[in-house]
């Protein structure tokens, strides 16, 4: 069983910034990682990758964010970051946490609560 917990969403003036974490907790030794990182899902839209890494240390960024997002790992706290500057009202929506990898053979999927994050006019 692993845990993927978010903090940090709140409301935030048009050009702010926040910080959002997200800490992994349970059985992470058991899962070979292939991917982790952010999604977020605004009403009635698709849930979308904002910004993540995949096996090999690559990042990905969706190109709506890139020079205003930054993603980060912390491998010895368990921990994955968004740093998000210069927000828009656009980027109002619920975030979530993902970690994808194999575990005993299988492909497994985690997601995390989800945080909301309001970004005012």
């Known amino acids: 069983q692993v845990q993927l917990v978010e903090s940090g969403g709140g409301l935030v003036q048009a050009g702010g910034s926040l910080r959002l974490s997200c800490a992994a907790s349970?059985?992470?030794?058991?899962?070979?990682?292939?991917?982790m990182g952010w999604y977020r899902q605004a009403p009635g839209k698709q849930r979308e990758l904002v910004a993540g890494?995949?096996?090999?240390?690559?990042?990905k960024y969706a190109e709506s964010v890139k020079g205003r997002f930054t993603f980060s790992r912390d491998s010895a706290k368990n921990t994955v970051d968004l740093q998000m500057n210069s927000l828009k009202p656009e980027d109002t929506a619920v975030y979530y946490c993902?970690?994808?990898?194999?575990?005993?053979?299988?492909?497994?999927?985690?997601w995390g609560q989800g945080t909301q994050v309001t970004v005012s006019s």
């Open positions: 349970g059985s992470i030794s058991t899962i070979s990682t292939n991917a």
């Open positions: 993902n970690l994808e990898g194999f575990s005993g053979g299988y492909y497994r999927h985690y």
């Open positions: 890494f995949i096996s090999g240390g690559m990042t």
